[in-house]
């Protein structure tokens, strides 16, 4: 059998291949664990030609690949204003735990923390996600100002759903994925709930999102489920 011949690509196609390469090396073991000589042996290249393109080794392709990654989480939360709130959230939730699966261990090493590769520089590619997630969100709520009670509401979620993503990997993908997904869309609702209790902006917020959910959607099937369960504690009013 004779080899596959060399591929001569451009030089932004060569790179966005070795960042896909990596992002995928990435996505099956922690970075710690991938050299570059994987890297160049899986995209069928010499190793320095990896260092052409990333003279600054691993770190700096784990940093790229980590940027790529990130643009394509941010990109899960791209959702038209349109239809009930947690419809929305829903399909965005849908697509966001798609890609935890899919990266499984990548995720995980990102997320958790201690990897050798982490930075500053990681670190603030991570967080821009979370600004992102958290800013996407109050655009749909549709609140120009949002007051901290909010902010804080939101930004807590999307740390729940972070930590949920990180137990369902641990746990083997258990509960199944649409369960998990239905789940979070509950804490959502309870968590802006609570708030609402006490923050008259939040509250506002809730009466118009609810005014938009239909009977059959999320919102109405959590109503019923929660009536009941609201009723131990009847005693204390």
């Known amino acids: ?24 090396l990435f996505a099956q073991r922690p970075p710690e664990e991938i050299t570059l ?14 260092y052409r ?18 643009d394509a989480l941010e990109s899960c939360f791209d959702e038209p204003h349109t239809g009930p709130l947690t419809e929305r959230l829903l399909r965005v939730l849908d697509r966001y735990l798609a890609f935890v699966e899919q990266h499984d261990a990548g995720f ?16 603030a590619i991570v967080d821009e996600v979370r600004r992102t997630a958290a800013d996407v969100i109050l655009g ?15 930004r807590t979620w999307i740390s729940a759903v972070e930590a949920a993503s990180l137990i369902w990997l641990d746990e083997g993908r258990e509960p199944p994925r649409e369960e998990l997904r239905d789940l979070l869309v509950d804490q959502f609702v309870g968590q ?9 902006q ?5 009466e ?6 239909r009977p059959e959607g999320p919102v109405g099937e959590l109503f019923r489920r929660l009536v009941p369960v609201m009723g131990v504690g009847s005693a204390l009013l």
């Open 202 to 206: 939040v509250a506002g917020v809730v």
């Open 192 to 200: 802006l709930m609570v708030a609402a209790s006490r923050d008259e």
């Open 53 to 70: 393109y990333f003279p600054g080794g691993k770190q700096q392709l784990y940093e790229a690949a980590l940027r790529s990654a990130a």
């Open 37 to 50: 000589d994987d890297v160049a042996a899986a995209a069928g290249v010499s190793r320095p030609l990896v």
């Open 1 to 24: 059998m004779t080899a596959p011949a060399y591929r001569r690509l451009s030089v932004d196609q060569r790179r966005a291949q070795l960042i896909s390469t990596a992002l995928g």
């Open 208 to 213: 118009r999102a609810v005014a938009r959910e």
């Open 140 to 154: 749909h709520l549709e609140i120009a100002e949002p007051r901290t009670p909010l902010r804080m509401a939101v």
């Open 108 to 123: 995980t090493a990102l997320l958790a923390g201690g990897s050798v590769a982490e930075t500053t520089r990681t670190s």
